[in-house]
């Protein structure tokens, strides 16, 4: 059989970790499979490269997840209800889309016990898939983000929405950083004076920036409380998108083997 041949697609892509997670397990199965990147500039040729380039299956990353949700001749029904794709696994002609980036963060805070009220800090892409899991799961999910244009979908979903100005501080059991202050600068992801507010009543914070302290976590570790950077979603959402990848031929702790040696290379 054929080697069979696998990528990332995004803008920028240079930066993904993904093909040396996927070809780390690749390598250590003995999986005959290959995984690189693919620069994709416009979101509208996505099947189109897909097919050409002759792809079992694709993660994809900012900002084509939305169009990888359309490219999907069947999607599963988490991804279908998000609205957001960041894997395609092609079978018999067929692109089949799945979402893989919230049960990876659901699995990478499930070692935070007791925990029912979680303080998500952005409203962004990636809140709007994890949001949704966290209530399917029975978290009770408040959304504080710094301006009020992306709340207007949560608040249809009905979720408890607040900007920095409307903010009415209540204990929350985690904190999570869900936006991208702290990634290329040295912000907080809302003003220090609320977060002074909240981090002392959490029982952990949680940021989905992997490889640095971000200042909010810094600032939790301040406040001695057990934190948690974005390493563990990403390594866990890369392991169930291999699991649609290979079929589910190996188990999650298999392939956890050999993709966690990412974060020693
Ligand atoms: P989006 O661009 O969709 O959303 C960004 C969000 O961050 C918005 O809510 C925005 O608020 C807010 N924001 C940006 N800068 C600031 C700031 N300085 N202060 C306060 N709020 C700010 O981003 P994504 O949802 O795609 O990504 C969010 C983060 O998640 C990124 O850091 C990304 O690296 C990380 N990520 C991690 C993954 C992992 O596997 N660990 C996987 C996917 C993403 P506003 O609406 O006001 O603009």
Known sequence: MAKKLFAVFGNPVSHSKSPLMHNLAFEGLSYDACYTRYLLENGEKLKDTFLKLGLKGINITVPHKEHAYHACDILDPFAQKVGAVNTIVKKEEKLYGYNTD???????????????????????????????????????????NRSAGRLEKYIQEEFECYTF???????????????????????????????????????????????????????????????????????????????????????????KKHMQKVFTL
């Open 102 to 144: 919230a049960p990876g963060f659901l699995k990478a805070i499930s070692e935070f016990k007791e925990v029912k009220k979680v303080l998500f800090l952005g409203a962004g892409g990636t809140a709007q898939s994890t949001s949704s899991i966290l209530r399917d799961e029975g978290y009770e999910v408040t959304i504080l």
């Open 165 to 255: 100005e409307s903010f009415e501080p209540k204990i929350y059991d985690l904190v999570i950083n869900m936006t991208s202050a702290g990634l290329e600068d040295d912000s907080l992801p809302a003003p220090k004076e609320i977060l002074d507010n909240i981090i002392p009543n959490a029982k952990a914070c949680v940021d989905v920036i992997y490889g640095k302290e971000t200042p909010f976590l810094k600032l939790s570790k301040a406040y001695n409380k057990p934190t948690k950077d974005g390493s563990d979603m990403l390594l866990y959402q890369g392991i169930i998108a291999f699991g649609y990848f290979t079929d589910h031929t190996y188990r999650f702790d298999e392939i």
